[in-house]
């Protein structure tokens, strides 16, 4: 809470040793089966460091990118949410443009490196249902 109250993202080695913690409790929990389930994953890997790190764990098949060039827009819906979910965080609007600056500079590089074939792009001003309508369209076609 204290990176995310400061408009941080958490260090790469704690958030790759939290996934792997939660991971493997899913497994031994009977919950993920890594050999028939896939996994649609939102914030991890971040980065090119985490990609690269977790490049032996997992088997990238799609990679979504959901886009809203409009950044006006993108700042207003994350004060909504904000406001919605009580996410103090989210509300103050140095904090939003300091992370859609690190997406800028850190996340969307990731682009590259899993490539084009790989890699959906979605409009995310779509309706939720939309988007992921359109994401499960795509995850039902990934093998």
């Given at each position: 809470?204290?990176?995310?109250?400061?408009?941080?993202?958490?260090?790469?080695?704690?958030?790759?040793?939290?996934?792997?913690?939660?991971?493997?409790?899913?497994?031994?929990?009977?919950?993920?089966?890594?050999?028939?389930?896939?996994?649609?994953?939102d914030g991890i890997?971040?980065?090119?460091?985490?990609?690269?790190?977790?490049?032996?764990?997992?088997?990238?098949?799609?990679?979504?990118?959901?886009?809203?060039?409009?950044?006006?827009?993108?700042?207003?819906?994350?004060?909504?949410?904000?406001?919605?979910?009580?996410?103090?965080?989210?509300?103050?609007?140095?904090?939003?443009?300091?992370?859609?600056?690190?997406?800028?500079?850190?996340?969307?590089?990731?682009?590259?490196?899993?490539?084009?074939?790989?890699?959906?792009?979605?409009?995310?001003?779509?309706?939720?249902?939309?988007?992921?309508?359109?994401?499960?369209?795509?995850?039902?076609?990934?093998?």
């Amino acid at each position: 809470m204290e990176y995310s109250s400061r408009g941080e993202l958490v260090p790469n080695d704690l958030t790759i040793q939290l996934w792997q913690n939660h991971l493997q409790n899913m497994v031994t929990l009977g919950r993920f089966k890594p050999e028939v389930d896939h996994l649609v994953l939102d914030g991890i890997p971040r980065n090119l460091e985490q990609a690269q790190i977790l490049e032996s764990d997992l088997l990238v098949k799609k990679i979504f990118h959901l886009s809203c060039p409009n950044r006006e827009m993108l700042v207003e819906r994350m004060r909504r949410r904000a406001l919605k979910d009580n996410r103090l965080d989210d509300a103050n609007e140095e904090i939003i443009r300091a992370r859609l600056k690190k997406y800028q500079d850190e996340s969307k590089p990731m682009l590259d490196y899993y490539g084009a074939e790989k890699t959906v792009d979605l409009d995310a001003t779509q309706f939720p249902y939309e988007v992921l309508r359109r994401i499960l369209e795509h995850v039902n076609t990934a093998d």
